[in-house]
């Protein structure tokens, strides 16, 4: 449905305002501020998998 979709969307912005700290723009220049950006959303994507992307912590595997 459409509200899921949006969910889906809208998810990495909550994770990059709240988890991250972004609220507004840092630096001048519109090259910084996208490369800040683009590395914000590739630790939101991260952050959103962290739990696939480890799944043996706290395991001992030999």
């Not at 840092?26 to 799944?55: C, D, E, H, I």
């Amino acid at each position: 449905t459409k509200a899921s979709l949006r969910a889906k969307v809208e998810h990495p912005f909550r994770v990059i305002k709240r988890q991250f700290g972004y609220a507004k723009v840092r630096y001048r220049g519109l090259a910084k501020n996208t490369a800040q950006v683009l590395t914000l959303f590739a630790l939101s994507n991260l952050w959103l998998k962290r739990k696939q992307l480890m799944p043996a912590v706290g395991k001992v595997c030999l």
